[in-house]
Antibody, heavy 122, light 111 residues
Framework: QVTLRESGPALVIPTQTLTLTCTFS??????????LSWIRQPPGKALEWLAH???????YYNTFLETRLTISKDTSKNQVVLTVTNVDPVDTATYFC??????????????WGQGTLVTVSS | HSVLMQPPSVSGAPGQRVTISCTGS?????????VHWYQQLPGTAPKVIIF???NRPSGVPDRFSGSKSGTSASLVITGLQAEDEADYYC???????????FGGGTKLTVL
């Protein structure tokens, strides 16, 4: 069955770089149509899409954050990594990875990880 | 503020019907991009309940239905149950932003 699991530090110091890993199973990112996204949710607030990476090596970033984001994949390890540079307390959020399986970059996220809470504080 | 606009909250008594709206623009819903709806129970990840405007994944009760017209979309829940109390989000694609956009979320309270 499809599973996704996020991992990363629970606490990050302002100005540092945050590195998050999504480890997945039950599908391959080499399969046509598969994309993995990172989505975050500050406490008590709405969901915010951050980035996609897809089976064909296409990747896309949230326009407002793209200078700080890098997404990459390791298909041999079934992992997708997101780095966020120069973090600020406003980056405090639960970070989710989620899958699109239709190849449509605006498609629905059919599977989600449980999320990992990252707090940015000195 | 969110690109897709939703009412912050809606409420209804058990058994009643509620509608949650999602209003976009010519660069997302109005451009023909699909809308999807998610239910997020407290402390859990979102779960898709409507995909591609009006389709229900297997296992989602037929009390949930979706529609889209022009720059707007709606999620309708009939026969409200206590377990429906959750946050609901719409999602689409925006060509001006070249990325996925979410609504601001609607908190459903079952009275």
């Amino acid at each position: 069955q499809v599973t996704l699991r996020e991992s990363g530090p629970a606490l990050v110091i302002p100005t540092q770089t945050l590195t998050l890993t999504c480890t997945f199973s039950g599908f391959s990112l080499k399969t046509t149509g598969m994309c993995l996204s990172w989505i975050r949710q500050p406490p008590g607030k709405a969901l915010e899409w951050l980035a996609h990476i897809c089976w064909n090596d296409d990747f896309y970033y949230n326009t407002f954050l793209e200078t700080r984001l890098t997404i990459s994949k390791d298909t041999s390890k079934n992992q997708v990594v997101l780095t966020v540079t120069n973090v600020d307390p406003v980056d405090t959020a639960t970070y989710f990875c989620a899958r699109i399986s239709t190849g449509n970059y605006g498609g629905d996220f059919d599977f989600w990880g449980q999320g990992t809470l990252v707090t940015v504080s000195s | 503020h969110s690109v897709l606009m939703q009412p912050p909250s809606v409420s209804g008594a058990p058994g009643q019907r509620v509608t949650i709206s999602c209003t976009g623009s010519s660069s997302n819903l109005g451009a023909g991009y699909e809308v999807h709806w998610y239910q997020q129970l407290p402390g859990t990840a979102p779960k898709v309940i409507i995909f591609v405007n009006s389709n229900r994944p297997s296992g989602v009760p037929d009390r949930f239905s979706g529609s889209k017209s022009g720059t707007s979309a709606s999620l309708v829940i009939t026969g409200l149950q206590a377990e429906d109390e959750a946050d609901y989000y719409c999602q689409s694609y925006d060509s001006s932003l070249s990325g996925v956009v979410f609504g601001g979320g609607t908190k459903l309270t079952v009275l």
